[in-house]
């Protein structure tokens, strides 16, 4: 079994910076791929970013490309999503998730979220 805790949200004005991190329980932490989604209040769920088992492949949504920057540490069991020119479109619940889908698209396993607020 994964646990995982997320953290590092908060309030921000628009063009700030936040880090996420994600810390995950138990082991063989590096058998998954990692990423961060995110809703807001009647939004769908919307994937942000993936990073693959060894941390070599990253991949961003069209939204986010540029500005966030998801890596991992396998030692540490810890992944992380570095935030920045952040913009009011970005506020919404951030999850961690880990999966065995190289995709993410059915993740197993899910952080509490952590709220990040983007003020105008």
């Known amino acids: 079994q994964v646990q995982l805790l997320d953290s590092g949200g908060g309030l921000v004005q628009a063009g700030g910076s936040l880090r996420l991190s994600c810390a995950a329980s138990g082991r063989s932490f590096s058998v998954y791929v990692m990423g961060w989604l995110r809703q807001a209040p009647g939004k769908e769920r919307e994937f942000v970013a993936r990073i693959s088992r060894s941390g070599s492949i990253t991949y961003y949504a069209d939204s986010v490309k540029g500005r966030f920057t998801i890596s991992r540490d396998n030692a540490k069991n810890t992944v992380y999503l570095q935030m920045d020119s952040l913009k009011p479109e970005d506020t919404a619940v951030y999850y961690c998730?880990?999966?065995?889908?190289?995709?993410?698209?059915?993740?197993?396993?899910w952080g509490q979220g952590t709220q990040v607020t983007v003020s105008s």
């Open positions: 998730a880990a999966g065995s889908d190289q995709l993410l698209t059915k993740p197993n396993y």
